[in-house]
């Protein structure tokens, strides 16, 4: 007995056309790229923009750029010596018993002067709110950590570094240092500023980084500027050590002034010089 198959059309329910849509059909779609993503490559260089194919090579691009970008210190001798200031993603180290700490302070008022987030790693304690922001120091966009010894405040810094401040500066004092860290520590420091774009300013007594840092700085001791018995400024020389682009050798001498109610300072001819110890808190001079 012999069965005869259904039709196709009874064992399958065909799909009816789709009803007609009301809203209007979307608009083709062009080759290029959007308005936003040309506006971002006429801002680049042109041999950059025509190396760019795709965006995530445009975003790694602009990361990079961002990365090489300096954060001046704010005083025309130190930058410089350091070709525009302190790079980022990169390690600065000042050492020396000059005016150390009038660096730092002229580099965290740069940097938060324009915004940017910075902290201070400040062992020795020797930081003045007060001064700070008389020098130019914006103190809500600055975080003051004080450690206890050279082992908290490394690690202090990589976990600064890592929460993405754009700088970092870690100031010790005069020796003896309390703790000791190990070579691989600096390592890793500078590991974690290359990887997230931070400008790291290690200021000591004497060199600690050894070759993981970009840059060496060597504060000479300072002379005091004396004028009627009066303290009027600080100057020290200060000698690039290392450099990774830069011949080392060169010096440039940094004049400060003395954080007083003296009105405006004019030069004298018979200003007399006599080396003396920098105060903790002083500007750049105009």
Known sequence: MVATARRLQSQFHLLRPPLPTLLPPPPPVEPGVSKAVQSVRAALEPAIASRLSSG????????????????????????????????????????????????????????????????????????DPQLGEAAGIELRRLLWVRPQTLKQAVTAAEMLVATGFQLVVLDAPLPPLRGRVPDAAWVRLARAASAHGTALLISAPYPLTGTTSEAMLRAEPACGKWRGGLLMGVEMRVRLEKHRRKRPGESMAVTFSVEETLGEQRAASSEQVACSRSPLAARRSP
């Open 56 to 127: 995530v090579e445009l975003l790694r691009t602009l990361e990079r750029q961002r990365r090489e970008e300096l954060v001046p210190i704010g005083l025309e001798a130190i930058d410089g010596l350091l070709e525009g200031g302190l790079a980022r993603g990169k390690m600065t180290e000042l050492g020396g018993r000059g005016a150390r700490f009038a660096v730092v302070v002229a580099a965290l008022a740069s940097a938060t002067s324009i915004g940017q987030a910075a902290a201070l790693i400040d062992i020795g304690d020797g930081f």
